[in-house]
């Protein structure tokens, strides 16, 4: 089973760059999106008749959201954590499968002024606590662009960011946190080195010059390790500032 995750800034601006010739190579079984900035009536089913969507706008209209791709039927699928001053923003998704449990995540971002850093810390309490609630049902595997880059091998020049957002110490506590519960970066079982990442500034070359953040991961219960083949980053792909990500399981 191939499961495939992408920030793609924007679904509809996706839709008119290459979001789809990606899909058609790709051929995930499932397509988790992050920041879609759409409501479903803004795009119509654009994609193979083989995928369903499932969508989770947030109440701001163009702001945040995720959604689903899946050509294999979810038991069912949810949104929010179920915690009303988190659900707002369109942010998670949760797709019951028959042996584990798919969340679709976007992490807050703290803003560069850290402004919202503090609300980043109880989002992630929060998260980890619906994860491990649902891990007591099923294993989980989550997803998505989780706004921070966890070690110093996850960003080209962490000694310029360490008070930076998505680099601050609190949000790298927060990462360790998911790991500290039993969680696995997939990325990780394969790749111990740096210079691997999965956004870049549109701002200096960046992305050509390969000065990057790694801040899009599959993350992982321990008792699905034994299922994992293979994770991977498709840093060639363009269409957003983000790059996809993806596991196969066996």
């Known amino acids: 089973m191939k499961l495939v995750s992408w920030n793609v800034n924007g679904i509809r601006a996706g839709l008119r760059k290459n979001f789809l010739p990606f899909l058609a190579e790709e051929s995930p079984d499932v397509l988790c999106v992050q920041e879609s900035k759409a409501l479903p009536d803004e795009v119509g089913p654009q994609w193979p008749a083989e995928y369903k969507a499932f969508w989770n706008p947030a109440e701001r209209k163009g702001y945040s959201g995720t ?70 049902r099923k ?11 966890h070690t110093e091998l996850d960003l080209a020049r962490p000694k310029q960011n ?31 080195e740096g210079g691997h990442y999965t956004w870049w500034s549109q701002m200096g070359g960046a992305r050509g010059r390969n000065i990057g953040w790694r801040i899009d991961y599959f993350l992982m219960s321990a008792a699905l390790r034994g299922r994992l083949k293979a994770a991977y980053i498709r840093p060639g792909v363009m269409g957003s500032d983000h790059c996809p990500v993806g596991v196969e399981l066996v």
Request: hydrophobic share 40%; net charge negative; charged share 25%.
């Open 162 to 192: 360490t008070r930076t957002h998505g680099f601050t110490a609190e949000e790298r506590a927060g990462f360790d946190a998911f790991v500290g519960a039993g969680f696995i970066d997939t990325f990780r079982e394969f790749e111990k």
């Open 67 to 136: 959604m689903l791709l899946t050509r294999v039927e979810p038991l069912q699928v949810q949104n929010g954590i179920g915690v009303p001053e988190h659900d707002t923003e369109g942010r998670v998704q949760t797709a019951e499968f028959a042996d584990f449990f798919l969340v679709n995540v976007y992490v807050p971002n703290t803003k560069r002024d850290l402004s919202r850093l503090g609300y980043r810390q109880e989002w992630d309490r929060a998260l980890l606590v619906y994860l491990k609630a649902l891990e007591t």
């Open 139 to 149: 294993p989980v595997l989550w997803c998505g662009d989780f706004n921070v880059a």
